[in-house]
C-alpha cells in the first residue's frame, strides 16, 4: 500500500506558475518510483475527475491531456520518493482540486481513468484569479 501526499497547491494569477508535489511513502521493498505509474487529475466544482498527466504509465514518454500539453511538466526525484507537476502559464480553467495517483507498473493501462490507479492523496487546491 502506497500512501500519497498532494502539496503546494495555492493562489496563482493567470498566467503565473505553481509547483505541485506528491510525496509517497510505503513503497515496497526494494523499490523506487521507476517501478509505479504516478498519475496527475484534477476535479474542478461540478465535474468528474479528469486526468492531466502521469509519469511511468509508459517507459518512453509522459502523457499529458490536451488541455495542458506544453504548459504542464510532470516529473520525479526518485531519491525524495517525489513526484511532481510543473504548471505554467496557468488559465482561468485550471483551478481544481489536484491529486496524485499511484498503481504498480506493468502491463497496459488507460493513462487517464481513475480505475487504473490503486490509490490517492488526499488533493492540494489550485487557485487562478488575479
Not at 52 to 80: L, M, P, Q, W
Request: aromatic content about 10%.
Amino acid at each position: 500500500q502506497v500512501q500519497l501526499v498532494e502539496s503546494g497547491g495555492g493562489l496563482v494569477q493567470p498566467g503565473g506558475s505553481l509547483r505541485l508535489s506528491c510525496a509517497a511513502s510505503g513503497l515496497a521493498s526494494g523499490f523506487t518510483l521507476e517501478n509505479y505509474a504516478i498519475g496527475w487529475f484534477r476535479q474542478a466544482p461540478g465535474k468528474e475527475r479528469e486526468g492531466v498527466s502521469c509519469i511511468g504509465c509508459s517507459n518512453v514518454i509522459e502523457y499529458y491531456a490536451d488541455s495542458v500539453h506544453g504548459r504542464f511538466t510532470t516529473s520525479r526525484d526518485n531519491a525524495k520518493a517525489t513526484v511532481y507537476l510543473q504548471m505554467s502559464n496557468l488559465k482561468p480553467e485550471d483551478p481544481a482540486v489536484y491529486y496524485c495517483g499511484v498503481r504498480r507498473r506493468g502491463g497496459t493501462i488507460r493513462w487517464d481513468l481513475v480505475r487504473s490507479y490503486d490509490s490517492w492523496g488526499q488533493g492540494t487546491q489550485v487557485t487562478v484569479s488575479s
